[in-house]
């Protein structure tokens, strides 16, 4: 753990979007399997999108897009128009072994960062 930084959380108002990024510390994700995930209270912990190694062009699914636009150290999630149900953790996930679809078995975890949707 504490090898991934999640930011950009915080409070938003429903319609709105988000942005959060990933930064890896000390290394480059460009050779990593990249999965965005979120745990909402109560609930179990749920992928959201994933995007393959040395992958750069943008990886969508439904709300949310993964972005990895060079090569680097960070990545990119946007959730598009949220929603109060969006409100959880988010967290990114790194694997240099595993392919997509994302897992809760990625080995590097960050810590995650609240997002809280209300008007």
């Known amino acids: 753990q504490g090898l991934l930084l999640e930011s950009g959380g915080g409070s938003v108002q429903p319609g709105e979007s988000l942005r959060l990024s990933c930064r890896a510390l000390?290394?480059?994700?460009?050779?990593?399997?990249i999965g965005w995930f979120r745990q909402a209270p109560g609930k179990e912990r749920e992928g959201l999108v994933c995007?393959?190694?040395?992958t750069y062009t943008d990886s969508v699914r439904d709300r949310f897009t993964l972005s990895r636009p060079h090569a680097g150290s960070t990545v990119y999630l946007q959730v598009d128009n949220v929603r109060p149900e969006d409100t959880a953790v988010y967290y990114c996930?790194?694997?240099?072994?595993?392919?997509?679809?994302?897992?809760?078995?990625?080995?590097?975890w960050g810590e995650g960062t609240p997002v809280n949707v209300s008007e």
């Open positions: 995007i393959d190694k040395r």
């Open positions: 000390g290394f480059t994700l460009d050779h990593y399997t």
């Open positions: 996930a790194a694997d240099f072994q595993k392919i997509c679809p994302e897992s809760v078995d990625f080995e590097y």
